[in-house]
């Protein structure tokens, strides 16, 4: 400092009057900026060391802080467990049903059409009704052929019935024979006894031994006529048998005659909707061709939840259900039945986790929920997405 000093003096020296009035009012200058910096700075410090800190300049707003905090913290817990915790939802679900396409049973052309497209329909209404002049014509013959049968059968009944008595005649005939053949027989002996004891004459004799043989040859002829009788009732018999099965084959016929004329006209078996129609007026139809796609009344939900959001779910729970195309329609309805493994498990190409590298994959498991009240005044069919929320833990 000491030389700063005296070189700021020697340069003062070599300056001029003026420029050394300069320099020191400079200086001077210099000092008192320097005298102020140096009593801000020691002010400033002695502000810091009685500025109290946060915490003590604002003690109720820090508690009034964490009590709202720990409000918040209580409130969100019971949003959660009151709108949160006591329930399972999942978007992955849609209206299901068992459609089915309706086909003709036998073929020929389309003689009526009274339905139209996604027409609603009952049980037994027609949907499509086939020429039937063909299986009417077909059903007469097969009972035409049914008649012959049962007439046939009736003639062998009457033959059956001759035959009888034929065989009753010639039985009589042969017991009439038999009679004969013994009074010949006793007639021969005693005329034999006569002329061995010399009361008879040998032309007696020989007349009663003639008539014997007849009498043995008529028994004979006799004989074969009950035979003969028997085997043609027989033969009548089984003319009959075969009369009964050609009857039966002839009503087999007709009642196939009767079914196919009934498969001319297409009936619903249950209540719903027909879609898909392909059928129209003059169209040839073969056995088995389809002409719509019909989907029952009976429809559900079929609901693929996550096996973790399973653990409290049980048939019978309650479900409030939002249909996307119809958010206004508020449905409630319950679990029917959950499906006893994966939806992978069942299908055509189910996972093989015994090969491969194995990364663990949440599954999910399809889950049946059936509606209470389906609305009325809206279309709702299989494939609707659908928002099931599952009641799975009580709400207390």
Do not use: C
């Amino acid at each position: 400092m000491s030389e700063d000093r005296i070189n700021v003096a020697d340069d003062e020296r070599e300056q001029t009057p003026s420029q050394a009035e300069d320099a020191g009012k400079r200086r001077e200058s210099d000092d008192n900026r320097g005298r102020k910096e140096e009593t801000g700075g020691n002010a400033g410090d002695a502000d810091q060391e009685k500025k109290p800190s946060f915490i003590r300049r604002h003690p109720f707003g820090l508690v009034l802080a964490i009590i709202a905090i720990i409000a918040l913290i209580i409130i969100g817990y019971i949003v959660w467990l009151i709108y949160f915790h006591p329930y399972e939802s999942t978007d992955d679900a849609f209206v299901d049903a068992r459609s089915f396409s309706v086909a003709a049973k036998v073929s020929g052309y389309v003689a009526e059409v009274p339905v139209t497209d996604n027409q609603h329909i009952k049980a037994g209404d027609v949907i499509l009704k086939i020429d039937p002049r063909d299986y009417q014509i077909a059903l007469d013959q097969a009972q035409g052929q049914a008649q012959a049968a049962q007439a046939s059968i009736e003639n062998a009944d009457a033959q059956i019935a001759v035959a009888g008595a034929s065989v009753e005649q010639a039985r009589a005939q042969q017991n009439s024979a038999t009679a004969a053949l013994q009074y010949a027989q006793d007639e021969a002996d005693r005329q034999q006894q006569l002329v061995k004891s010399g009361a008879g004459s040998l032309q007696t004799t020989q007349q009663a031994v003639s008539t014997l043989h007849q009498d043995q040859a008529n028994l004979a002829q006799t004989q074969a006529s009950v035979t003969s009788a028997l085997k043609n009732e027989a033969a009548v018999k089984t003319q009959k048998s075969s009369a009964i099965a050609s009857l039966t084959q002839a009503q087999a016929q007709v009642e196939e005659a009767q079914q196919n004329l009934k498969y001319t006209t297409i009936v619903a078996a249950q209540p719903g909707r027909v879609v898909r129609l392909t059928g129209a007026k003059g169209q040839y139809l073969d056995a088995g061709q389809a002409i719509a796609m019909f989907v029952p009344d009976d429809v559900w939900i079929t609901a693929n939840f996550k096996e973790t959001q399973l653990t409290d779910m049980r048939p019978g729970q309650l479900v409030n259900l939002t249909i996307d195309a119809y958010p206004d329609h508020k449905l409630t309805g319950k679990i029917d039945s959950i499906q006893p493994g994966s939806g992978t498990a069942f299908s055509l190409l189910p996972a093989e986790n015994a090969t491969g590298n194995y990364v663990k994959v949440t599954q999910r498991v399809p889950v049946k929920i059936v509606v209470d009240h389906w609305p009325s005044d809206v279309a709702i069919g299989p494939g609707m997405s659908v928002v099931p929320t599952v009641t799975v833990r009580p709400r207390n």
